[in-house]
């Protein structure tokens, strides 16, 4: 007996380490999520390198300055979050429109995040001259900081957002001192462009990429839509 507790204990912690790297490999929708997740987090925090290069190069900022300087990003993030009744509100006419819940009824904040970020990219980059006022791109730094909160409407696995975001800011220095300022982020910005179609892509066929959740088959929730209205909380 006790034999068998060990093995069935060992058998737990097995699945337990294995599944969320299964569902990553094996599930479209949880791959294709966590890999946008992730690069938007892991540009996120590449792009926080950039402030002290900017601004203490460009305009000769000490380091509380600097600190200071961050600030937008506050403000950007505050602004952000008093949107939240408003795609409530829009998530709610979806749901009585459609007659039924679907979890990409969520991603609408995340679709217009995905125009934001780049525009925010750009704006923080190419203003960031030292004969242009320092205030220009600390605004588009803030109109970048709905990338966080665009990502955040995304249900990501935390071992792939931590992996591109402890990965992307080793090169970021080094990217900088090549291509210079404005055309480093130039670049974070031409890759959010790239993939800004996503949020889009996820709303259209988001149900059809759910459908092939190898997890689920066989099991009692055959309902897809009550499986994941119970996932989102709703």
Request: hydrophobic content about 50%.
């Amino acid at each position: 007996m006790e034999k068998d507790d060990t093995v069935s204990k060992a058998s737990a912690v097995a699945t337990s380490v294995m599944r969320p790297v299964q569902l990553l490999l094996r599930e479209p929708m949880c791959f294709c999520l966590n890999l946008y997740s992730a690069i938007l987090l892991g540009i996120l925090y590449l792009f926080f390198l950039a402030f002290p290069i900017i601004f203490r190069e460009q305009y000769g900022m000490d380091l509380w300055q600097i600190g200071l300087t961050f600030s937008g990003i506050i403000i950007g993030m505050c602004v952000a979050a008093t949107t939240s009744s408003v795609w409530t509100k829009i998530r709610g006419r979806l749901i009585q429109k459609k007659g039924t819940y679907e979890p990409e009824f969520r991603l609408p904040p995340a679709m217009l995040g995905g125009i934001l970020i780049p525009v925010g990219l750009l704006w923080f980059g190419w203003t960031s001259r030292h004969n242009i006022h320092w205030m220009v791109p600390i605004i588009g730094s803030g109109v970048d900081a709905y990338a966080e909160y665009a990502a955040s409407a995304l249900a990501s696995n935390g071992l792939t957002r931590c992996s591109f975001a402890a990965g992307f800011p080793l090169f970021g220095i080094p990217m900088y001192q090549a291509l210079g300022l404005q055309w480093a982020t130039s670049l974070l910005a031409f890759l959010t462009l790239a993939m800004m179609p996503l949020p889009w892509v996820f709303f259209k066929y988001g149900k059809y990429l759910r459908g092939k959740n190898w997890l689920l088959r066989g099991t009692q929730y055959d309902n897809m839509t009550e499986f994941w209205a119970m996932k989102s909380h709703l």
